[in-house]
Structure formats: structure tokens, C-alpha cells
């Protein structure tokens, strides 16, 4: 049988050990080897283009041929043509070899992509890792609308997919009423990790401690660093006298250093080895998350649950997670400390989201007949 080949974009590294969006990138690089499905990843500068001439009437060809509407002025409307026009002649380079573009990157004029596959005669399955017009304080590279004001043009942009793969269920209900093909693949480790977080879950049987929590996330997203700025903050005001110990880690997490007030039971770790992280987890007494409104899906959750550490977490950040034994989700302040104040039990092993994995393989089979 004839291996079946797909070309892949993402701003993300396939690195299960690194961020949210390299997990997520990792996990459909397993999924696609499981299936002997190659990849090739695209490279931007392969066709050596690095000026064009004339750039700006490639824009505007680009805003009249796909009805996008645009307040560029001339500058911004000649780096649009000019990223536009590179992205057209790499994926005419790209075109003589593969069928399909699998999408994950959708920030900033990546977005130009999925117009830029079509027009060279690419199927285009977008895989975007959150809806990037409703995050807060990402502005549109088309009309520089600030989210969520902007939506329409994501919309505009998604709907030259064939088909799409959300990590939420709620974007894929909200992509579904403007009437595009969506499905639903939700985060999953990687098998390596998987067997990192097993091993964590049984060593918390001896090693788990009361009163010590730990405050996760991910800083250098700006839902993330102020919700978790938020609940240090909350803890402070409202828990220092407790027994509690807050300890605080995550990736970038030292950039909280400057506004964490002076509270002998908070500690800050800032980012952690991944031998450092699994010794937090084995012995925190439950993991706490708290996100401000956003898009996509929390990797940390389902590793969590893998681990077997109870989480605690606001509504706003629980997604696909709500009424999940082992996640504990508050809709105030008031609900959080008496969270704080019962046990928590252990989650259960997440199932591995075999139905969807095999959506996936089986619509990018159809996309390459």
C-alpha cells in the first residue's frame, strides 16, 4: 500500500514535553505515525522569496478574489501582499508533492494560509489550537479590529478548510452554527508522556500531602498569567492565615515575581525540570487552575487527570471538564474556599479519544483519494 503523505504547518515545535501548543502539535504528529500517515512540515523561506515588487496590488488581489473586507492602509496592504504573495508561491512549490495541508497555525497572517493552500489547489483541514479573533487583546492583521470584533474574518478564513478539528467542544458547536464542517479531537498525551504521568499517579499513593497546593499554568498566555495573578492575589487576602501553603510553578511563571505580595505560604517556583514538576504533582494535595475567559482547551486538565491529581478550577477554564469526578469547578470566590475546604477525590484515567482519532484519519484518507 502506498504511504499517504500530508503537509503540515504550525508555529508549534511536535514536542510533547513543551507547551500547550507543542503538546497539541505532538499529539496529531502521534496520531498521523500510529497510521502510517507522513508529514512534512512547511518551511517558510524554501522558495527563497524574501521581497516582491509591486506587493501591494498582490493584496489587493487577495482582499477582491476572497471578498475580505480591509481598512490597510498602503504599508500594512504591501506587508499583506508581500506575506500573501510568499505564501502562494511556496505552497505552488509544495503543491507538485501533496494534496492536503494540515493547518494548526491560524495567529496573526498565518491566517493567510488556508487562502493561499486553496488558490494553489491544496484540501486544507484545520486543526486551529483556539479561535484567535476571541481571545482578548489579539487584533486582526486584515482591519486591526481588536477581539472579539474581528470573529467574521476567522470565520471567513476557517471556512476554506474542508474540514475542521477543535480541542472544545464549545468551539466546535459555535463553528457549527455558522454552518463549517467541525469536528471534535480533544487534547491527549503522548504515550510518552503518558507513561511520565502513570508513573506520577501511582508514587502519589505514599507521597501526597495536605495543605499544599499547587498553582499551575502556563504565563506567557496573557488568560492564563492573569488568572493566575488573580488567585495569588485571592489567596493572599482571604487564606493567609490557613494552613494552606501556595506554591506557584509553571513555564514562564518567574515573570509573577514582581507582583507576588510578601506571604510566607507562597513560594514561587517559576518553571519547573520535568523531574522537578513530577515531584510537585506526587505530593500536592490537588492542583489549582484558574484562567480568565479565553479559547481552545487546557492541556494541563487531562494530564492531570492521568497524573490522578483532584483539580480545582474556575468555570471559565474547565471547557470540555464540567461535572468530571476529580475536577472540582467553582463559579465564585465564595464556592472556591469551600472547595478548599473538602477533599477532593481522585480523577479517573482519562479514555483515549479513539472515535475521533479515527474521524481524523479516516477524512484525511477521503481528502487524498
Same mark, same amino acid.
Given at each position: 500500500?502506498?504511504?499517504?503523505?500530508?503537509?503540515?504547518?504550525? /508555529?508549534?515545535?511536535?514536542?510533547?514535553?513543551?507547551?500547550?501548543? =507543542?503538546?497539541?502539535?505532538?499529539?496529531?504528529? &502521534?496520531?498521523?505515525?500510529?497510521?502510517?500517515?507522513?508529514?512534512?512540515?512547511?518551511?517558510?523561506?524554501?522558495?527563497?522569496?524574501?521581497?516582491?515588487?509591486?506587493?501591494?496590488?498582490? %493584496?489587493?488581489?487577495?482582499?477582491?478574489? /476572497?471578498?475580505?473586507?480591509?481598512?490597510?492602509?498602503?504599508?500594512?496592504?504591501?506587508?499583506?501582499?508581500?506575506?500573501?504573495?510568499?505564501?502562494?508561491?511556496?505552497?505552488?512549490?509544495?503543491?507538485?508533492?501533496?494534496?492536503?495541508?494540515?493547518?494548526?497555525?491560524?495567529?496573526?497572517?498565518?491566517?493567510?494560509?488556508?487562502?493561499?493552500?486553496?488558490?494553489?489547489?491544496?484540501?486544507?483541514?484545520?486543526?486551529?489550537?483556539?479561535?484567535?479573533?476571541?481571545?482578548?487583546?489579539?487584533?486582526?492583521?486584515?482591519?486591526?479590529?481588536?477581539?472579539?470584533?474581528?470573529?467574521?474574518?476567522?470565520?471567513?478564513?476557517?471556512g476554506q478548510c474542508h474540514?475542521?478539528?477543535?480541542?472544545?467542544?464549545?468551539?466546535?458547536?459555535?463553528?457549527?452554527?455558522?454552518?463549517?464542517d467541525a469536528e471534535f $479531537?480533544?487534547?491527549?498525551?503522548?504515550?510518552?508522556?503518558?507513561?511520565?504521568?502513570?508513573? *506520577?499517579? &501511582?508514587?502519589?499513593?505514599?507521597?501526597?500531602?495536605?495543605?499544599?497546593?499547587?498553582?499551575?499554568?502556563?504565563?506567557?498566555?496573557?488568560?492564563?498569567?492573569? %488568572?493566575?495573578? +488573580?488567585?495569588?492575589?485571592?489567596?493572599?487576602? !482571604?487564606?493567609?492565615?490557613?494552613?494552606?501553603?501556595?506554591?506557584?510553578? %509553571?513555564?514562564?511563571?518567574?515573570?509573577?515575581?514582581? !507582583?507576588?505580595?510578601?506571604?510566607? +505560604?507562597?513560594?514561587? !517556583?517559576?518553571?519547573?525540570?520535568?523531574?522537578?514538576?513530577?515531584?510537585?504533582?506526587?505530593?500536592?494535595?490537588? =492542583?489549582?487552575?484558574?484562567? +480568565?475567559?479565553?479559547?481552545?482547551?487546557?492541556?494541563?486538565?487531562?494530564? $492531570?487527570?492521568?497524573?490522578?491529581?483532584?483539580?480545582?478550577?474556575?468555570?471559565?477554564?474547565?471547557?470540555?471538564? !464540567?461535572?468530571?469526578?476529580? *475536577?472540582?469547578?467553582?463559579? /465564585?470566590?465564595?464556592? =472556591?474556599?469551600?472547595?478548599?475546604?473538602?477533599?477532593?477525590?481522585?480523577?479517573?484515567?482519562?479514555?483515549?479519544?479513539?472515535?475521533?482519532?479515527? *474521524?481524523?484519519? +479516516?477524512?484525511?484518507?477521503?481528502?487524498?483519494?
Amino acid at each position: 500500500m502506498k504511504q499517504l503523505q500530508v503537509l503540515r504547518h504550525s /508555529h508549534f515545535a511536535a514536542d510533547p514535553w513543551g507547551d500547550g501548543g =507543542c503538546k497539541r502539535t505532538a499529539q496529531i504528529s &502521534e496520531i498521523l505515525d500510529g497510521n502510517q500517515i507522513s508529514q512534512e512540515f512547511y518551511q517558510p523561506d524554501i522558495t527563497q522569496i524574501f521581497q516582491k515588487k509591486f506587493a501591494a496590488l498582490e %493584496g489587493l488581489r487577495l482582499l477582491n478574489q /476572497h471578498k475580505i473586507q480591509s481598512s490597510l492602509n498602503k504599508t500594512a496592504l504591501t506587508q499583506l501582499g508581500f506575506n500573501y504573495y510568499k505564501r502562494q508561491q511556496t505552497m505552488e512549490y509544495y503543491a507538485q508533492t501533496h494534496k492536503l495541508l494540515l493547518w494548526e497555525s491560524s495567529r496573526q497572517q498565518n491566517y493567510l494560509m488556508s487562502y493561499a493552500a486553496r488558490d494553489m489547489g491544496l484540501k486544507v483541514i484545520g486543526l486551529p489550537h483556539n479561535l484567535e479573533s476571541l481571545v482578548q487583546g489579539q487584533a486582526s492583521d486584515f482591519t486591526g479590529r481588536l477581539a472579539p470584533y474581528w470573529f467574521e474574518e476567522e470565520l471567513q478564513s476557517l471556512g476554506q478548510c474542508h474540514s475542521i478539528f477543535t480541542i472544545s467542544r464549545e468551539e466546535q458547536y459555535l463553528l457549527k452554527l455558522f454552518g463549517l464542517d467541525a469536528e471534535f $479531537l480533544p487534547y491527549y498525551p503522548t504515550s510518552e508522556v503518558a507513561e511520565y504521568l502513570l508513573n *506520577i499517579r &501511582e508514587n502519589r499513593k505514599q507521597k501526597a500531602k495536605e495543605n499544599m497546593i499547587l498553582l499551575m499554568g502556563t504565563a506567557g498566555n496573557k488568560p492564563t498569567f492573569d %488568572g493566575m495573578l +488573580n488567585r495569588i492575589v485571592f489567596f493572599h487576602r !482571604h487564606l493567609k492565615d490557613s494552613p494552606l501553603q501556595l506554591h506557584v510553578a %509553571g513555564y514562564l511563571t518567574e515573570s509573577l515575581a514582581p !507582583h507576588i505580595p510578601e506571604n510566607p +505560604n507562597i513560594h514561587l !517556583h517559576g518553571t519547573l525540570t520535568n523531574e522537578r514538576l513530577a515531584e510537585m504533582l506526587e505530593e500536592c494535595s490537588f =492542583c489549582w487552575i484558574h484562567q +480568565n475567559i479565553s479559547t481552545g482547551s487546557l492541556t494541563k486538565i487531562p494530564e $492531570l487527570m492521568m497524573a490522578g491529581v483532584p483539580v480545582l478550577l474556575n468555570s471559565d477554564a474547565a471547557r470540555n471538564f !464540567h461535572n468530571v469526578p476529580g *475536577i472540582r469547578v467553582y463559579e /465564585h470566590d465564595d464556592d =472556591c474556599v469551600d472547595a478548599m475546604k473538602g477533599e477532593l477525590p481522585v480523577p479517573e484515567i482519562p479514555e483515549k479519544p479513539l472515535v475521533h482519532e479515527k *474521524i481524523l484519519v +479516516n477524512t484525511i484518507r477521503k481528502l487524498l483519494l
